[in-house]
C-alpha cells in the first residue's frame, strides 16, 4: 500500500491555545481515509479553546493497511510507526509542560483503535481517553491484556451497536481489558448509530476536559 517508509513525512495541525501557553492538551488522531483537518474539526464542536489540540496526519490518509483485528503482523511496520508518532506527540506535547494528568488523547475509527492501543501500552495517569468508534488491536481470540496501570484514568468509548467496522464484541472486550489495567472506563453503545461521531459524545468528551482539577 504504501511505497516508502510508512509516515515517513508526519505533518501535525494545531488548533485551540497554543502548546507553550496551554495547560490541558489533547492529541487527536483520525479515521481511515480521512485527514488531521477532519479530526480537527472536533475541536471546534468541543468549544474548549482553552485546549491546545494537537492532530497528527497518517501518510496516505491511513495508519495500517489492514482491519484493526487482522493479525497484528499483517499491519506492520505501519502500527508500530504509527504508534511512535502518536508517542512522538505525546511528548511534544509532555515537553511542552503539560502534566501527563493533563493530557488527554482522542481517536475516531482507526485513529480510535490506535489511541486504545497506544494508551494500553502506555499506561499511566492521563487527563483522559476518549475513543469514538474503536477497540482494541489485535485479531479474534487474541489477549487485550498489557499490562501496567491506569490509575484510576477516565476513558470513555462510544460506538454504534452496530458499527460496520467496529464489533460491539470488541468494544465491551476492550473496556473490560483496559478496566484491569485500573482504568475508570465508561461504555456507551447507541443503538443504530451509524459510523459517525454523534453529540452525546461530544459532551462526554466536553465533561473530560471540565472534570479536569483547575
Known sequence: MFQRLPHESVRVLAAGKPLEQARVAMCMVHGRGASAADIITIATALRRPEVAYLAPEAEGNAWYPYGFMAPIEQNQPWLDDALGVVDGVVGRILGAGVDGGRLLLLGFSQGACLTLEYAARHPGRYGGVAALSGGLIGP?????????????TPIYM?????????????????????????????????????????????????????????
Open 140 to 152: 479474534p481470540g487474541a489477549s487485550l491484556d498489557h499490562g501496567g496501570s491506569f490509575a484510576g
Open 158 to 214: 462510544g460506538c454504534s451497536d452496530v458499527d460496520p467496522h467496529i464489533p460491539k464484541e470488541r468494544v465491551l472486550d476492550s473496556a473490560a481489558a483496559l478496566k484491569r489495567q485500573g482504568a475508570e472506563v465508561e461504555v456507551r453503545l447507541y443503538p443504530g448509530l451509524g459510523h459517525e461521531v454523534n453529540e452525546d459524545e461530544l459532551e462526554k468528551v466536553r465533561r473530560l476536559i471540565d472534570d479536569l482539577p483547575q
